[in-house]
C-alpha cells in the first residue's frame, strides 16, 4: 500500500514534508492544526536565544519565575477580560472536582505572585518563559502553543514604569538581532473616555470597537449618526483612527481633543511623558503612536506599545499598563510588562553560528581497547570544559576539529585542547 505525503507546518517557520500512511494508520501521528514539535536545528535555536533574553533580564534585574501549566480557572483568569477566557482550555480537576484552566497566557499567573506569593512592599521586576496553549491561533497559520518569553514590573506607576518596560523590550528584540525595529504607542483611555462620553448602548459599543480596531471611519461615522451621538464627541471618534504616526501626531491631537473629556488629556501627557523617558533610556528608538491601538483593551487601564519589524506585518512583541489586576488576590499594584513569542522572533532573527569548539569522535573500529578507554576518558574531560563531542557520523552542527591519535594521546587538531596517553598494558 503506497504511503501519501503531507505537509506540516511547523508553527511559523519552514514546512516539513512527512509521509503518513493514512490508511494504515488512521492519520494518528498528526498533530492538531496550529500545535506542533519543535526539530533540530530549530529547537536549539530557540533555547539559545531564550538563554540569552533571560540572561538579559537578569542584568535589568529582572527575576525568573516558572508558573505553574495549569491553575484554578477562577484565578487564572481574574481581571483579564472575556478575550482570555474564549482562548482558554478547560478542564476538571480530578482531586478537587474544580474547573482548572491550562493557561493561555502568563501575565495574570505573574500578577497573582507577585501579589500573593511574594507581597513585596517596593517595585517587584519578575520575567518568564514557557509554553501556553490557545484555543485557537492567531490568523490562519498562527500557533496555539507560543513559547512566551516576558517581563513584568509591579509597584511603578506610570510613565517611569512605562518607560522601562519599554526600553526593556527594545533591548530584548535587540539580543535577536533584528535590526532597526519600529514602535508605537497607544492610550486605552482616550478611546475609552470617548466611547463613554458617546453614550452608547452594549450592542453599539461593540459594533463600534470592532470599525475602530479596522480604522474603518466611515462606518464609524454612520454608526454615530445612526446613533445620534453629539457632534463634538462624533468628530473626536472619526478622527481617532487618523491620529498615527511620529511625534507630531500628539500636537495634532492636543488639538483634536482640546474640548474632550479630562481623561484623554492626562493620557496624551502619559503618552508624551513614556516616549521622552524612553528615548532618554535608548536614543536610538523608532518611537510611533497610533492613538486608536487597543490591543488587550478588556484588561490593559493605560499605555499600550507594540514593536514591529520591516516587511513583518504582525507585531513581534507587546505589552501595556493593566493596574490594579491583583486586587483579586488581596492587593492592587500599578503593573506594565510584556511579552513575545520564541518561535515567531527566531523565524525572523538572522542564523546564528554555533560558538565554541565541535570535535568530531575517530572511527572506534580496529582500535585497541586501551585506546579507546583513553578516548572515552579525553572526550569525558573534553564535554566538562564546554567542548562539543560529536559522534562518527552525528547530524548537526558541523566540527570544527577532530581528535587524532598521535602515538601515546589523543589531540585535537585545533592543537589546544587536552590529549590522554593510553594507559600501559602489562
Known amino acids: 500500500m503506497q504511503a501519501r505525503p503531507a505537509r506540516l507546518r511547523d508553527g511559523y517557520g ?37 538563554q540569552r533574553i533571560l540572561q538579559r533580564f537578569d542584568l535589568w534585574g529582572f527575576e525568573l519565575v516558572f508558573p505553574p501549566l495549569l491553575e484554578f480557572l477562577d484565578s487564572l483568569l481574574v481581571g483579564v477580560g472575556g478575550d482570555l477566557d ?58 496555539r502553543s507560543p513559547v512566551k518569553v516576558g517581563a513584568e514590573l509591579y509597584g511603578v506607576p506610570g510613565p517611569e514604569g512605562d518607560a522601562e518596560v519599554l526600553a526593556l523590550m527594545a533591548d530584548t528584540l535587540a539580543v535577536a538581532g533584528l535590526g532597526t525595529l519600529h514602535i508605537e504607542l497607544g492610550h486605552v483611555a482616550i478611546y ?36 445620534d451621538v453629539a457632534a463634538d464627541i462624533a468628530g473626536m471618534i472619526v478622527t481617532l483612527p ?66 514591529y519589524a520591516p516587511d513583518h506585518g504582525q507585531a513581534l512583541a507587546r505589552g501595556g499598563r493593566y493596574d490594579d489586576i491583583g486586587r483579586a488576590f488581596g492587593r492592587g499594584r500599578p ?41 572515552w576518558q579525553c572526550v569525558a574531560e573534553l564535554r566538562e570544559r564546554g567542548v562539543r563531542v560529536l559522534p562518527e557520523g552525528a547530524d548537526g552542527w558541523p566540527a570544527t576539529a577532530e581528535l587524532l591519535w598521535d602515538g601515546t594521546a589523543w589531540v585535537s587538531t585545533l592543537g589546544n585542547e587536552p590529549g590522554r596517553e593510553a594507559p600501559v598494558e602489562d
Not at 518568564?128 to 485557537?136: D, E, I, K, S
Not at 510611533?288 to 487597543?294: A, K, Q, R, T
Open 14 to 50: 519552514e514546512h516539513a514534508a512527512v509521509t503518513i500512511d493514512r490508511l494504515d494508520q488512521g492519520g494518528r501521528w498528526l498533530l492538531p492544526d496550529g500545535v506542533e514539535e519543535i526539530l533540530p536545528p530549530r529547537a536549539r535555536q530557540i533555547e539559545a536565544l531564550r
Open 86 to 143: 474564549l482562548q482558554t482550555f478547560k478542564v476538571t480537576d480530578q482531586v478537587s472536582g474544580r474547573l482548572m484552566g491550562i493557561r493561555a497566557d502568563l501575565t495574570s499567573q505573574a500578577a497573582r505572585i507577585d501579589a500573593h506569593s511574594l507581597r513585596s512592599e517596593g517595585p517587584t521586576r519578575l520575567c518568564y518563559a514557557g509554553t501556553v496553549l490557545r484555543t485557537r491561533g492567531q490568523g490562519l497559520f498562527g500557533s
Open 242 to 307: 487618523s491620529l498615527l504616526g511620529d511625534a507630531a501626531v500628539l500636537t495634532r491631537a492636543r488639538k483634536t481633543f482640546a474640548a474632550a473629556p479630562a481623561a484623554v488629556t492626562a493620557a496624551l501627557d502619559e503618552l508624551e511623558a513614556t516616549a521622552e523617558l524612553a528615548r532618554q533610556r535608548c536614543a536610538t528608538l523608532a518611537l510611533g503612536f497610533d492613538l486608536s491601538e487597543l490591543h488587550g483593551y478588556n484588561y490593559h487601564t493605560g499605555t499600550v506599545f507594540s514593536a
Open 192 to 227: 475609552r473616555a470617548l466611547a463613554d462620553a458617546a453614550g452608547l448602548p452594549p450592542a453599539a459599543q461593540a459594533t463600534l470597537f470592532d470599525a475602530v480596531q479596522r480604522k474603518a471611519a466611515a462606518d464609524i461615522r454612520a454608526l454615530l449618526q445612526e446613533q
Open 335 to 375: 503593573a506594565t510588562g510584556f511579552d513575545l513569542d520564541l518561535k515567531v522572533l527566531v523565524d525572523l532573527a538572522p542564523e546564528v553560528t554555533p560558538s565554541g569548539t565541535s570535535l568530531r569522535l575517530p572511527t572506534l573500529q580496529g582500535l585497541p581497547e586501551a585506546q579507546i578507554r583513553s578516548l
